[in-house]
């Protein structure tokens, strides 16, 4: 039987690793040094996951300039106190092993800058069942998913890795929007923070990270 997908892309976010905690914590921190009134736990989890700049502009109605300055202090908060309040989740190690041992290439497709997610993904000790680390650029630039997905599937290609057949594994509807537009299918990752409406448009669910490798890896009898 032939694999139904060639390439895997995984969100980290509510995906690998459950960070909100961290996340939180670190907003709350930044909308009160910025003088920002701080949201309710509801609507800040509603900002875990999509870019953070859209989260700034849009959701809190930031012009350049606050949106600027309010990601320079979530940033120099963050990267010294909130990084590493997280988890990951329970046997995505397994997971990533066993798709990378299975000869699958492996990038991640995350809105987090590159920075951030290589030091949480170095502190999970996933790194070596990771091809490469894609995400937002440092600067925000690139930070919609989209652009990530387009910029993780060229960088598999550029190793020389088959990318006709990817496939993006996430928690949140910008993950499915993002990939849609490169014709990219996601499998929805139904223990991250998304919504179950958040699922439409998805080929399949996943209860549990466990329950990614049957439908990555059908052919295989793939240890669980």
Do not use: C, N
């Not at 990378?100 to 951030?116: C, D, M, N, Q, V």
């Not at 990270?209 to 009898?221: A, K, Q, S, V």
């Amino acid at each position: 039987m032939t694999r139904p997908y060639t390439a895997i892309l995984f969100d980290l976010d509510g995906t690998i690793s459950d960070s909100a905690p961290g996340i939180l914590e670190s907003m709350t921190h930044t909308f009160r040094t910025v003088g920002v009134p701080v949201p309710d736990t509801a609507t800040l989890m509603s900002f875990v996951g999509p870019p953070i700049m859209d989260t700034f502009r849009i959701a809190m109605g930031m012009d350049e300039e606050q949106a600027d300055h309010t990601l320079a202090v979530y940033r120099e908060h963050y990267l010294s106190h909130g990084a590493l309040d997280s988890a990951m989740f329970p046997d995505v190690d397994v997971v990533l092993r066993t798709l990378h041992e299975a000869g699958l290439p492996i990038s991640t497709a995350t809105s987090k800058p590159e920075t951030p997610a290589t030091l949480i993904l170095d502190h999970y000790g996933l790194l070596p069942w990771i091809d490469v680390v894609t995400g937002a650029s440092d600067d925000e630039v690139r930070s919609a998913k989209a652009d990530v997905v387009e910029e993780a599937l060229r960088r598999l290609a550029a190793r020389g890795d088959d990318v006709s057949r990817p496939v993006l594994v996430g928690d949140r509807m910008h993950d499915v929007e993002g990939a849609q537009v490169h014709g990219v299918p996601v499998v929805f990752a139904a223990w991250g923070y998304g919504a179950p409406e958040e699922a439409a448009g998805t080929v399949a669910q996943a209860a549990t990270p466990l329950d990614l490798l049957p439908i990555l890896l059908p052919d295989d009898r793939a240890p669980r």
